[in-house]
């Protein structure tokens, strides 16, 4: 459900992919096939701004609708504080509610995650990427005038779970639609402006919320969501690669064809570069059914795969480190963040202070897809969980006393929250949407993807609704903070006995751990393996020795 965490994702996704294609590629000649006229094709690709324009604009048009996705996210922060401000139904139109009511309205756009988030994958499979973002304009439109016109707490609740299934099926195809449109190496710049997008939707939903009335910021909303499927519908074309898997072969050589419009004619070739990717998109189309047709596709096969060591254990250890993840207060600050801001006794304007957040986890989720990149997993997240814990158990020491009165430093609180994201977003922000790219064997890494994702958003509705609920259990708001430093602490320990380390590891590696060790990895013979020289890059050199077969079946045409 999160934009960033999501995103961060299908960068990693990315990444392991390369690095899992030259695995594959020494088994299967048909798949060296593939490779070798990829990395053919790159090589006549312009690189300067003009060539890459249609890209980039097909890129920043899709993921324009992550704006509105993030202002839902952030919405409740500004919606709930101003319902308990009434204390009974006013005849302008005004609401009140209970906390429990107040909870409900903050997680009912998450509890529809998982099946928004499913039910978006066959969706876009069936009619297409950006059909299914024209489509998730229906529930939007819809929630957000509910949330407009709203005259009691259910029409709320009703138009949070519409935006939320606007979310889920606006923002899973973008990000598909520019994974298949990008070329390989702007990917994953080309994928950051989704984050790009839902960070500036956030911080819009804090100004916004600061200066105007949350009816008129919902009504608003509405333009956020109808203006990205019109640019839509009047200037980008489909993803190629699905309409050639809907074997609609002319719409994907014109969609190619604009995509491409500026790039110069490769030199000695009689075919644009349009009519190569085409010929190559195909080739990889007609591969893929006969590689499904050969492994088998069935549902059997896939719970079979589930009740091997390498499908259950990883899940097991997901699900542990999404419950660390969530209940840490990484989301529950973010979806209550004026709320938590005044009862910890901030001076800050509530406001302002959250902007200042969204702010700081855009920068963050930048220079975290450098350090995804970089740095080992287990340290990361172990680094991140300890950082948490000491931002916010002196957070709490500090609302405790500016609320008895020994302390006037309310600043405090609001620079440690600050420094509370930052290192939520090192490790244990991002992290975990990331490792089902990287644990599970690619045979069953959809459908864990879809099961782990689902997981999550069931246990982020869980800890949203649970924050009045964690007031009540530990006497206020600071309790709540030394219990988020505490969940912390523990996501440490976690990591440091159970997750494996994935980064740098070959697929087979990550597959015999999970067949040959028990639980605990800090007891495993993996981890007191000595460290084998770096190698990464090495077999890319080597791939292309076959030349550049279907490039040259194309020439043959």
């Known amino acids: 459900m999160d934009p960033i965490g999501s995103s961060c994702f299908n960068l990693q996704l990315e990444n392991e992919r390369a690095k899992k294609e030259e695995e594959e590629v020494l088994k299967n000649d048909k798949l060296a096939e593939i490779l070798c006229s990829v990395r053919s094709l790159t090589k006549y690709e312009g690189r300067s701004l003009r060539s890459l324009c249609p890209q980039i604009t097909a890129a920043s048009i899709a993921a324009s609708y992550h704006i509105v996705v993030g202002i839902g996210f952030a919405y409740s922060a500004i919606l709930i504080p101003n319902l308990s401000l009434n204390g009974t139904n006013s005849t302008d139109g005004q609401i009140s509610a209970t906390k429990t009511e107040s909870s409900w309205i903050a997680?009912?756009?998450?509890?529809?995650?998982?099946?928004?988030?499913?039910?978006?994958?066959?969706?876009?499979?069936?009619?297409?990427?950006?059909?299914?973002?024209?489509?998730?304009?229906?529930?939007s439109a819809i929630g957000w005038v509910l949330i407009a016109m709203a005259s009691n707490v259910p029409m709320l609740i009703i138009g949070r779970i519409l935006t939320g299934f606007g979310t889920t099926w606006g923002s899973s195809p973008a990000t598909v639609y520019i994974t298949e449109i990008a070329r390989v190496d702007m990917r994953g710049s080309l994928i950051s402006f989704a984050p790009a997008f839902a960070s500036l939707g956030m911080m819009l939903a804090f100004l916004k919320g600061w200066l105007m009335h949350w009816r008129t910021v919902a009504w608003m909303c509405l333009g956020y969501s109808i203006v990205p499927v019109i640019l839509i519908q009047l200037f980008i074309p489909e993803s190629p690669a699905w309409l050639v898997s809907r074997d609609r072969i002319e719409e994907a050589a014109k969609a190619l064809r604009w995509l491409h419009s500026n790039q110069p004619q490769p030199e000695q070739r009689p075919e644009t570069l349009a009519?190569?990717?085409?010929?190559?998109?195909?080739?990889?189309?007609?591969?893929?059914?006969?590689?499904?047709?050969?492994?088998?596709?069935?549902?059997l096969v896939k719970v079979r795969q589930f009740l091997r060591p390498t499908g259950y254990k990883p899940l097991i250890i997901l699900f542990g480190l999404f419950f660390c993840q969530q209940f840490s207060g990484i989301y529950i600050t973010l979806f209550y963040s004026v709320t938590f801001l005044e009862s910890i006794g901030s001076s800050t304007n509530p406001y302002l202070a959250s902007i200042m957040i969204c702010t700081v986890r855009f920068i963050m989720s930048c220079i975290n897809t450098y350090m995804l990149r970089s740095f080992h997993r287990r340290p990361l997240i172990m680094t991140s969980g300890v950082g948490m814990a000491l931002c916010m158990g002196f957070a709490g020491f500090f609302s405790k006393w500016i609320i008895e009165g020994s302390s006037d430093m309310r600043w405090v609180p609001t620079m440690l929250l600050l420094f509370f994201v930052i290192t939520s977003m090192i490790g244990l922000l991002p992290i975990p949407w990331t490792m089902t790219a990287e644990l599970f064997p690619i045979e069953i890494r959809g459908v864990a993807h879809s099961i782990a994702y689902s997981v999550n958003n069931l246990i982020m509705f869980a800890s949203i609704q649970s924050f009045y609920t964690l007031e009540d259990w530990f006497g206020g708001i600071v309790g709540v903070q030394w219990f988020f430093a505490a969940i912390s602490l523990l996501a440490t320990v976690y990591t440091f006995i159970f997750l494996p380390e994935t980064h740098g590891k070959?697929?087979?590696?990550?597959?015999?751990?999970?067949?040959?060790?028990?639980?605990?990895?800090?007891?495993?013979?993996?981890?007191?393996?000595?460290?084998?020289?770096?190698?990464?890059?090495?077999?890319?050199?080597n791939i292309v020795k076959h030349g550049d077969p279907l490039l040259a079946d194309g020439q043959r045409q």
Do not use: C
Not at 132 to 137: E, G, Y
Not at 276 to 283: A, E, K, N, S, Y
Not at 284 to 296: C, F, S, V, W
Not at 514 to 535: C, D, I, M, N, Q
């Open 107 to 139: 997680s009912a756009m998450v509890i529809v995650a998982p099946i928004g988030g499913i039910s978006a994958g066959f969706v876009m499979d069936w009619i297409g990427r950006l059909n299914t973002i024209k489509l998730a304009l229906i529930p």
């Open 275 to 299: 009519e190569l990717q085409l010929h190559l998109l195909q080739r990889e189309h007609q591969i893929k059914q006969e590689e499904a047709l050969k492994n088998g596709t069935g549902f």
């Open 506 to 541: 070959k697929l087979s590696e990550i597959t015999d751990y999970f067949v040959h060790s028990g639980a605990f990895y800090v007891l495993s013979k993996e981890r007191s393996k000595p460290k084998k020289a770096a190698t990464s890059r090495a077999p890319r050199k």
